[in-house]
């Protein structure tokens, strides 16, 4: 991975892919009409059969703008981003998955943003549009923020994240991340925490729409088959609930600890060796039965 995509243009678009070739031509197209054309879309090809180098080339063809493409043996999603972000020398990047895509006006805004941001300011987030209208809930969001926040105290599940490059190599390079295939991108975003906050920004480019085959509707039974990276999340998640304010630090904290203590439980992990807080752990004992009744027992007999 030392040989790097080189390209003229600061902005870079990341998708990951595996087996969804039908996807990822509304996507292309949607790229293919930007009125600004001065970025690059990298595809990693997770593994996908028959490969998608066909059909890459095919759209080149016509294409209006920079196309590199990059095949890997199947690691999962977030070994194809780590990667990507390895291949590119961008300034900056988004991950666009292969199900979503954009307006026409994304790399235009995405330039205007980017032009205006601090350097203290690692990455800018913005609304995703989606079945589940958040917008409403981005009005209370203030201007810089650390992205648990988004979730766990403004309610905000999804959002596109635009990274500065600089950032996202560091933060791979000290990540040791398992060989395992399910690898939920928030420990990344847990550890960006410590690197500095995220600027917001209202406007709406990015549409997003879930498949039922998608990680988002299958977490609990991937948090079975991955079991490093799990424990990796929930342990990161525990140390981020510490940064936001008291009332969601201790709900957050107490949530954590339970899935934590379910998963450790069916699982047959040491709980006491895996948890980040003893005490809590014991409290919550008795209610994280119910926790792994409910959340993994429930997964298991769904995939019999």
Same mark, same amino acid.
């Given at each position: 991975m030392n040989d790097k995509y080189n390209n003229p243009y600061k902005i870079a678009i990341i998708t990951p892919v595996y087996n969804r070739k039908k996807d990822l031509e509304r996507l292309f197209q949607s790229l293919n009409c930007q009125t600004?054309?001065?970025?690059?879309?990298?595809?990693?090809?997770?593994g996908s059969f028959p490969t998608l180098k066909s059909i890459v080339s095919k759209w080149r063809k016509t294409a209006t703008f920079i196309i590199f493409y990059h095949y890997q043996n199947n690691m999962g999603k977030m070994h194809a981003?780590?990667?990507?972000?390895? #291949?590119?020398?961008?300034d900056w990047s988004i991950v666009v998955d292969s199900d979503d895509w954009v307006d026409k006006n994304t790399i235009s805004i995405l330039d205007n943003v980017v032009s205006e941001l601090s350097n203290k300011n690692i990455g800018i987030v913005f609304p995703k549009r989606m079945r589940n209208d958040d917008s409403k809930k981005w009005k209370n969001v203030p201007s810089q923020i650390n992205l648990i926040a988004l979730r766990y105290q403004y309610g905000i599940k999804e959002s596109a994240i635009l990274l500065r490059h600089s950032v996202l190599i560091q933060a791979f390079s000290k990540l040791k991340l398992p060989s395992e295939k399910f690898i939920s991108e928030e420990i990344l975003y847990n550890y960006l925490i410590k690197k500095g906050r995220f600027k917001t920004n209202s406007n709406i480019f990015y549409n997003a729409e879930y498949q039922i085959d998608g990680l988002t509707n299958n977490v609990f039974n991937l948090w079975l088959k991955s079991p490093q990276s799990?424990?990796?999340?929930?342990?990161?998640?525990?140390?981020?609930?510490?940064? #936001?304010?008291?009332?969601?630090?201790?709900?957050?904290?107490?949530?954590?600890?339970?899935?934590l203590n379910a998963f450790c439980l069916v699982n047959k992990n040491n709980l006491w060796v895996e948890t980040p807080n003893r005490v809590l752990s014991t409290v919550l004992f008795?209610?994280?039965? #119910?926790?792994?009744?409910?959340?993994?027992?429930?997964?298991k007999r769904k995939n019999v």
């Open positions: 600004n054309k001065h970025f690059v879309w990298l595809i990693i090809d997770d981003y780590k990667n990507a972000v390895n #291949l590119i020398n961008t799990t424990l990796m999340l929930l342990k990161s998640r525990y140390e981020s609930m510490s940064t #936001l304010p008291f009332k969601f630090k201790i709900v957050g904290k107490v949530k954590t600890i339970l899935n008795l209610p994280s039965l #119910l926790f792994k009744e409910v959340r993994f027992n429930g997964s």
